[in-house]
């Protein structure tokens, strides 16, 4: 990923781009070279970081606004993916979740991160991997979460949309061996973020300091790990043996589920 100055390695999409992760995304970014389109809801918000960035790099930026939570949102950036050319990389960062059980989480949220968490990136992976594919090249980060490891009471939806992008772009993996076309899971535990503010609102703070990592090193660790051609990154995982050990054996799992025989544990009653 590291570029010569020479050389314009082409425009970054970046999702959710307004805070958070997505906003340190676009300042590093910027700083290899890329020209930029930043995709969010809040348009001032927006068009402010879309100008610091022009400011102070010697790039494009563009503010695209947009709720990819809505059909609209969701065509308007979809739509860009597919026609425009100078694409060469897609974050897609956009997310939120609820601190709840199921039952006090009003449908209309229910409906929207998962519209949001898993309709939308999947859609949008869609459209990049397409046009990628069609030019042998280009690379898409999809931002899962630690959380989407094992079931945990408060986030239900949530957790379960993140691990459905754990298994989605493993499967993405697959789909683009043999070519020059890379994908990277990313696997952040707990970040410095606004969305925790739309998650339960100061619900980060009983959590201690030193689980609780900075949203610059967060990404400064993704990119690092894309730079060493990882495919999947989890930035706070100290025991990388733990992730390859899960992915090996799920894989195992996986084989195993498939036999014409019933197990022999349920088979002593005949």
Known sequence: MTQS??????????????????????????ARGYDLVLVARRKE???EIADELRER??????????DLSTPDGLSAVRERLS??????LL?????????KPLTQTPDETVASMIALNVTALTALSRAA???????NAGTIVNIGSGAGFSPYPDIPVYGA?????FLFTQ??????????VRIQLVLPGAVVSEGWDVAGGAALEPLPESIVMTTEDCVDAALSGLDQGETITAPSLHDASLLSDYVDRSGQLLQAMFDAKPAERYRSGR
């Open 5 to 30: 100055h020479t050389t314009k390695p082409g425009t970054a999409v970046v999702t959710g781009a307004s805070s958070g992760i997505g906003k340190v995304y676009a300042e590093r970014l910027a």
């Open 45 to 47: 918000r927006l068009k």
């Open 129 to 135: 991997l397409i046009a990628f594919k069609g030019r």
């Open 171 to 180: 499967s993405l993996q697959h789909e683009v061996e043999g070519t020059a």
């Open 57 to 66: 790099h010697p790039v494009k930026a563009e503010a695209l606004v947009a």
């Open 83 to 88: 026609t425009d050319a100078s694409v060469s």
């Open 161 to 165: 949309t993140k691990a459905y992008v």
């Open 91 to 99: 974050v897609n960062n956009a997310g939120f979740s609820a601190l």
